[in-house]
Nanobody, 115 residues
Framework: QVQLVESGGGLVQPGGSLRLSCAASRSIFGTDAVGWYRQAPGNQREWVATMSSGGSSLYADSVKGRFTISRDNAKNSVFLQMNSLKPEDTAVYYC?????????WGQGTQVTVSS
């Protein structure tokens, strides 16, 4: 069992930046894939970014070029750097760790982009 806790969300103006962190209660292995989803009110959960065990990353088209995912296995942490934020990025952001066929999720952190 891996418990995940996200932090770093908040209110930011359009064009601003936030860095989300996701701390795991147990070791994140090099074989685990990690990533982020988000869910806006009234919408389904949307995939945002994934980093494979090999370190390659993939992004949704809506965030490509603005968001960067990273991981620090030694610190059992996953990060999402979000730049040039837009109002449509407003959502609850969830991190996950995929270990084989098992997925572990955090409780989410709210990101609100508004002037």
């Amino acid at each position: 069992q891996v418990q995940l806790v996200e932090s770093g969300g908040g209110l930011v103006q359009p064009g601003g930046s936030l860095r989300l962190s996701c701390a795991a209660s147990r070791s994140i292995f090099g074989t685990d894939a990690v990533g982020w989803y988000r869910q806006a009110p009234g919408n389904q959960r949307e995939w945002v970014a994934t980093m494979s065990s090999g370190g390659s990353s993939l992004y949704a088209d809506s965030v490509k070029g603005r968001f960067t995912i990273s991981r620090d296995n030694a610190k059992n942490s996953v990060f999402l750097q979000m730049n040039s934020l837009k109002p449509e990025d407003t959502a609850v952001y969830y991190c996950y760790v995929a270990r084989g066929t098992l997925y572990y999720w955090g409780q989410g952190t709210q990101v609100t982009v508004s002037s």
